[in-house]
């Protein structure tokens, strides 16, 4: 399934409107990797894990939108956008939360 971050599909017709899909995936944070995070906060500099942990949240966040999409029997999603947050568990806890967005589209 194409899927893109655009409007339109170069050299495609769009034929049929399917609706907005959306995928959530959530991931808790650990103790050792916000260890490591906060010390990156105090020296500077890139962290790394968490880095790790959004690029696959991302990645699962596209896969599930696809599999929404392909029930829907679309052959392509556009308009992607992904957003990221955070969920506040309680005052020792907090969530990763990444959200991707599209239109189902049908090709003709």
């Known amino acids: ?3 893109t971050t655009t409007d339109t599909i170069q050299n495609q017709t769009i034929k049929t409107y399917l609706g907005v899909v959306t995928a959530e995936v959530v991931y808790g944070t650990n103790v050792l990797r916000d260890f490591f995070a906060g010390i990156r906060d105090t020296i500077g500099g890139r962290t790394g894990s968490y880095e790790k942990v959004f690029e696959k949240g991302q990645q699962k966040a ?3 939108l696809i599999q929404r ?3 829907l029997n679309a052959d392509a999603v556009i308009g992607i956008e992904i957003d990221t947050g955070t969920i506040n568990v309680d005052d020792k806890g907090v ?3 990444i959200t991707a967005t599209g239109t189902a589209v049908k090709l003709g």
């Open 62 to 64: 596209i896969d599930e």
């Open 69 to 71: 999409a392909s029930r």
């Open 95 to 97: 969530l990763l939360l």
């Open 1 to 3: 399934m194409l899927v």
